[in-house]
């Protein structure tokens, strides 16, 4: 079955430390590959998105993930966190088996101390 | 533009009952997917409407089920309610093709006792 597995549940970092969350999926055909983020009250958004072309992937706010087919892994990446990106993450994969699935991972809650 | 709704904000219900959710997505979008997201789960994929048609369902009982409208609209309802489908219910849409785009609602906050 496909799935998407984010390692890391809680992260806790100072403000300017880099981050670096892991995403990895099983699926062996061609997938898509999201990172939504969800503030604190608010709703789930897009941060950013792999479709094809470009392996490194930048986003909204500084972030950015790097595809890594041979890995099965879509990492999320931020050189410098602020206490604002305290948020929960989550990983998202599209394939195509018969029908589309839209597979989410159970997420990362990052805190940042400022 | 306006974003997607839910109705209503939180719900509480008894076991046994039955529940109904809805959803309105963002003008021009013709899918509606519906998820569930219990504490230390994550978001667990429940259903995908497009143009009127269930795509898609996940690994959840038939008692769960919706429909969607002609206006793209969608209702989740779920049947014979038990305690442990007592989660936030989202509601995304996008446009045709699900590699596009998810737009999340605020969710709507199910409790069942």
């Known amino acids: 079955a496909q799935s998407v597995s984010q390692h890391n549940h809680h992260v806790i970092l100072s403000e300017a430390a880099s981050l670096e969350l892991g995403c990895n999926y099983s699926?062996?055909?061609?997938?898509?590959l999201f990172w939504y983020v969800q503030y604190p009250g608010q709703h789930l958004q897009l941060l950013l998105k792999y479709f094809s072309g470009d392996p490194l992937v930048k986003g909204i706010k500084g972030f950015e993930a790097e595809f890594i087919k041979s890995k099965f892994s879509f990492n999320l990446r931020k050189p410098s966190v602020q206490w604002s990106d305290t948020a929960e993450y989550f990983c998202?994969?599209?394939?195509?088996?018969?029908?589309?699935?839209?597979?989410f991972g159970t997420g990362t809650r990052l805190k940042v101390l400022a | 533009e306006a974003g997607v709704t839910q109705s209503p904000t939180h719900l509480i219900k008894t076991r046994g009952q039955q529940a109904t959710l809805r959803c309105s997505p963002i003008?021009?979008?013709?899918?509606v997917y519906w998820y569930q997201q219990a504490l230390g789960l994550g978001l667990q994929f429940l259903l995908w409407?497009?143009?009127?048609?269930?795509?898609n369902r996940g690994n959840f009982p038939p008692r769960f089920s919706g429909r969607q409208f002609p206006n793209y609209s969608s209702e989740l309802n779920v049947n014979a309610l038990e305690l442990e489908d007592s989660a936030l219910y989202l509601c995304?849409?996008?446009?045709?093709?699900?590699?596009?785009?998810?737009?999340f609602g605020p969710g709507t906050r199910l409790t069942v006792l």
């Open positions: 995304a849409s996008s446009r045709t093709g699900t590699h596009n785009e998810q737009f």
């Open positions: 998202a994969v599209t394939s195509f088996a018969g029908t589309y699935k839209y597979i």
């Open positions: 409407y497009d143009e009127g048609e269930e795509r």
């Open positions: 699926y062996g055909g061609t997938v898509n």
């Open positions: 003008s021009g979008h013709t899918s």
